[in-house]
């Protein structure tokens, strides 16, 4: 019983990653908290569905549809849809309508369903027609520039254009890529002085929090489906 992830990095400046999934034998999943938003397809007993999904801030637990295959597109902080902003969708999403095995429908326009060869090219159109935008100041944040313009001005933008602030980006991207170290076989002492967590127990709050695994579960490779691509160890 397992989820069975393939994860590659983008050089597409408007996404993160893309992914593919099938699900083998699972019907729940430990869900973990993620940062960015996402375009997801999926198909299930021979029908076809789309969702656009949101950044998490928590873990927990989700269904997964048994024997789907999935492919996913996660795309860049401080980008969104034009119609529906990552702060509406924070610890949710939203399932369109009208999706065939070619096709599916998004911002009053139909648009062709991509393999995960081919996300990139769904992107630049997406970008040319509109429909996904970003925040340049944003941009320049997460390069490590710093904007003319006051912190509050600043965490406003960074929140409104990724549902999150940026104490919380940090705290969940650290969190996901301590998961990633310990799942390699770093030991927990290591990864809290590599990541620099105050102690082991601090450490373990935040596996907790956000990924809802121990450090023990996820050294052992034990706890169920989880939505996390452990396999990359960092090579992705």
Same mark, same amino acid.
């Given at each position: 019983?397992?989820?069975?992830?393939?994860?590659?990095?983008?050089?597409?400046?408007?996404?993160?990653?893309?992914?593919?999934?099938?699900?083998?034998?699972?019907?729940?999943?430990?869900?973990?908290?993620?940062?960015?938003?996402?375009?997801?397809?999926?198909?299930?007993?021979?029908?076809?569905?789309?969702?656009?999904?949101?950044?998490?801030?928590?873990?927990?637990?989700?269904?997964?549809?048994?024997?789907?295959?999935?492919?996913?597109?996660?795309?860049?902080?401080?980008?969104?849809?034009?119609?529906?902003?990552?702060?509406?969708?924070?610890?949710?999403?939203?399932?369109?309508?009208?999706?065939?095995?070619?096709?599916?429908?998004?911002?009053?326009?139909?648009w062709e369903t991509p393999g995960a060869d081919?996300?990139?090219?769904?992107?630049?159109?997406?970008?040319?027609?509109?429909?996904?935008?970003?925040?340049?100041?944003?941009?320049?944040?997460?390069?490590?520039?710093?904007?003319?313009?006051?912190?509050?001005?600043?965490? *406003?933008?960074? !929140? #409104?254009?990724? &549902?999150? %602030?940026? @104490?919380?980006? +940090?705290?969940?991207?650290?969190?996901?890529? /301590?998961?990633?170290?310990?799942?390699?076989?770093?030991?927990?002492?290591?990864?809290?002085?590599?990541?620099?967590?105050?102690?082991?127990?601090?450490?373990? *709050?935040?596996? !907790? #929090?956000?990924? &809802?695994? %121990?450090? @023990?579960?996820? +050294?052992?490779?034990?706890?169920?489906?989880? /939505?996390?691509?452990?396999?990359?160890?960092?090579?992705?």
């Open positions: 019983m397992e989820l069975r992830f393939e994860t590659r990095a983008s050089d597409s400046p408007w996404v993160d990653s893309v992914w593919t999934c099938t699900s083998e034998q699972v019907t729940r999943m430990t869900s973990v908290a993620a940062v960015r938003w996402g375009l997801v397809f999926w198909e299930q007993d021979g029908v076809a569905h789309t969702s656009v999904t949101g950044p998490e801030t928590r873990a927990g637990t989700a269904p997964v549809p048994e024997g789907a295959t999935f492919t996913g597109i996660d795309f860049a902080l401080g980008t969104s849809l034009r119609v529906l902003p990552p702060p509406d969708i924070v610890d949710g999403g939203v399932v369109l309508p009208d999706t065939t095995h070619r096709t599916f429908r998004l911002d009053g326009s139909r081919d996300a990139e090219a769904l992107v630049e159109r997406l970008v040319r027609a509109g429909i996904v935008v970003r925040d340049p100041m944003v941009t320049d944040v997460l390069r490590g520039h710093h904007p003319a313009a006051s912190g509050r001005t600043v965490e *406003r933008r960074f !929140r #409104a254009a990724t &549902g999150l %602030t940026q @104490g919380a980006v +940090r705290q969940i991207e650290r969190a996901r890529t /301590a998961a990633e170290l310990l799942a390699a076989g770093t030991t927990a002492a290591d990864v809290v002085v590599k990541l620099d967590y105050f102690d082991e127990p601090h450490l373990a *709050r935040a596996l !907790r #929090a956000y990924v &809802g695994r %121990t450090a @023990g579960q996820l +050294r052992d490779g034990v706890g169920g489906a989880i /939505a996390l691509d452990l396999d990359q160890r960092l090579t992705s």
